[in-house]
């Protein structure tokens, strides 16, 4: 089994650069691609940041170029800085991984970090 934790969500400013920490433990050698999704109220999760051995990085389009996803393999940690945030940013945010080298549809999920982005 694998056990995700995610830390760093909260009330922001829009505009704001907060950066979410995803910490992976448990079954650690059964994980290649780690990533982000969100949930927005009264939508459905969706894909936001993946890496894995394969995958340098990839985003959705709604994020490119506004965020970053970083991994410390030594720490099993995973990261997502999110600058320039919007409103519509605001979700629940899910760390994610998976068993193979892709970055979707994730394995394993964390419980999740709120990030609610004020305007």
């Known amino acids: 089994q694998v056990q995700l934790v995610e830390s760093g969500g909260g009330l922001v400013q829009a505009g704001g650069s907060p950066r979410l920490s995803c910490v992976a433990s448990?079954?650690?050698?059964?994980?290649?691609?780690m990533g982000w999704y969100r949930q927005a109220p009264g939508k459905q999760r969706e894909f936001v940041a993946g890496t894995s051995s394969t995958i340098t990085a990839t985003y959705a389009d709604s994020v490119k170029g506004r965020f970053t996803i970083s991994r410390d393999n030594a720490k099993n940690a995973v990261y997502l800085q999110m600058n320039s945030l919007k409103p519509e940013d605001t979700a629940v945010y899910f760390c994610t991984a998976t068993s193979g080298t892709y970055v979707f549809p994730p394995d394993y999920w964390g419980q999740g970090t709120q990030v609610t982005v004020s305007s």
């Open positions: 448990g079954s650690i050698s059964s994980i290649n691609g």
